[in-house]
């Protein structure tokens, strides 16, 4: 299973952007997905997840309210829609993927490489 990070970028606090994953190599509709994020000097950690049928979604505190996972099982894409981002945003982004919904949390399967996100203020 692949999975393909994109849509990262440089953008002012306040606005928005759109991170796309798409996968291959494996039946994406049996796989809860998952964003996670990495800041310079800190552990990698949870943004949000989704299960297989577009539901069960769930978010970290920090991006509740301002962050939304949606996927197209048609496309083999999930996304994450981030809104109103702040400085404290800025990250590398990554997708995961794996069969179960608790696990896709805390030690998904899959991973994709990454995707750069800058907030400036």
């Known amino acids: 299973v692949q999975l393909q990070a994109s849509g990262g970028g440089l953008v002012q606090a306040g606005g928005s952007l759109r991170l796309s994953c798409e996968v291959s190599?494996?039946?994406?509709?049996?796989?809860?997905m998952g964003w996670f994020r990495q800041a310079p000097g800190k552990e990698r950690e949870f943004v949000a997840r989704?299960?297989?049928?577009?539901?069960?979604?769930y978010y970290a505190d920090s991006v509740k309210g301002r962050f939304t996972i949606s996927r197209d099982n048609a496309k083999n894409t999930v996304f994450l829609q981030m809104n109103s981002l702040k400085p404290e945003d800025t990250a590398v982004y990554y997708c995961?993927?794996?069969?179960?919904?608790?696990?896709?949390?805390?030690?998904?399967?899959?991973w994709g490489q990454g995707t750069q996100v800058t907030v400036s203020s």
């Open positions: 995961a993927a794996d069969q179960r919904l608790s696990t896709v949390v805390v030690a998904p399967r899959y």
């Open positions: 190599g494996g039946t994406f509709s049996s796989y809860c």
């Open positions: 989704i299960g297989w049928g577009g539901g069960n979604t």
